[in-house]
């Protein structure tokens, strides 16, 4: 497995295992098949509606020792209504004691975008608050706070981009050690790669092959299927490999650690073994040549009527 070092000497597995749209009852299983198979990192969120049930999967592993707790890398996030400094450590709380440990290893604001206390999900413009509001360097402040009390050991963010990296820097905050961002052959970002690496952020890739399963508002009509895209699936035919295999493959040679969610034992296996997969330059070439700066998941879920956000705003684009 290959692992990206933080400075303290911690290491993250680069291919971990993604929980969003794991349904409830399927979950449980998947993670315990996973840890079997040997995924050392669970990517989690209060909002995706299973911890608990990826809690349950973890203390029966380690029960049946399969793993030990510190064998494995847990990442969870911020939701967007607890981002008031005095609500941090409660949110943070509440996913300890649903993932039944007493630390994560990286804790995240899920997205740079503010609901009123109570508003699990917006159901109008009214439900939300601007940045202004609540400070996103409020809210980091507060994330820094629970990290130094030793509640988690790394932090960081997830949607954010450039821009907004850069504002926490400005207010004199600690740098982000992480940026969970939407990364695939069709939505490259290459500058907010380059930034990160430069500033020493390291980036993990969400929905990495194309989100197929995303919700069908997210898929406009005739949209094209990454993971059918014909030259992916000739690289996989040159490498004998799966389409899937070798989207992967490509984040982890940009540096990118991936977290595919995947239910189906064999393709847990399949995604695992991309780690092996060697792709060649010319081949890195061709797949650069596929980006069309598609985002699927572009945040227009918090741009309703009367909301504060803009999707200009939200991306800084």
């Known amino acids: 497995m290959i692992h990206h070092p933080f400075l303290n000497g911690d ?6 295992l993604g929980t969003w749209k794991s349904a409830p009852g399927e979950v449980r299983t998947a993670v315990r098949e996973a840890l079997t198979l040997g995924y050392r990192h669970l990517d989690c969120a209060p909002i995706y509606g299973n911890e608990a049930e990826v809690g349950q999967a973890l203390a029966e592993a380690i029960a049946a020792g399969t793993v030990r707790r510190e064998d494995v890398w847990l990442t969870s996030k911020l939701w967007n209504d607890a981002h008031a400094p005095e609500a941090v450590e409660p949110a943070l709380r509440k996913t300890l004691a649903d993932l039944r440990v007493d ?4 804790f995240l604001i899920h ?3 503010v609901f009123r206390p109570g508003v699990v999900f917006p159901e109008s413009g009214a439900d939300f608050l601007p940045l202004a509001a609540c400070p996103l360097a409020d809210t980091w402040a507060a994330m820094e706070a629970v990290r130094d009390a030793g509640l988690c ?5 997830s949607n954010f981009s450039v821009a907004k990296l850069e504002g926490l820097l400005a207010a004199g905050g600690s740098c982000p050690e992480v ?3 939407e990364l695939h052959p069709y939505l490259q970002q290459p500058a907010l790669v380059a930034w990160g690496q430069a500033h020493g952020v390291h980036l993990t890739a969400y929905s990495p092959l194309g989100s197929p399963d995303r919700p069908g508002r997210l898929q406009g009509a005739g949209a094209p299927v990454l993971l059918e895209d014909p030259v992916v699936c000739g690289l996989a035919e040159q490498h004998g490999a799966t389409p899937a295999q070798v989207l992967l493959a490509w984040s982890l040679h940009r540096g990118v650690s991936a977290i595919p969610k995947s239910v189906t034992p064999a393709r847990l296996a399949q995604n695992l073994a991309a780690a092996a997969l060697h792709l060649t330059p010319g081949d890195m070439a061709a797949l650069a040549g596929l980006d069309r700066q598609a985002r699927h998941i572009n945040g227009d879920l918090w741009t309703p ?3 504060p956000y803009t999707l200009a705003g939200l991306w800084d684009e």
Request: aromatic share 4%; glycine share 12%.
């Open 305 to 307: 009527p009367g909301s």
């Open 103 to 106: 630390h994560l290893d990286l």
């Open 11 to 16: 290491r993250m597995p680069m291919l971990g």
């Open 153 to 157: 050991r790394h932090i960081g963010v």
């Open 179 to 181: 940026n969970q961002v």
């Open 111 to 113: 997205w740079p975008v």
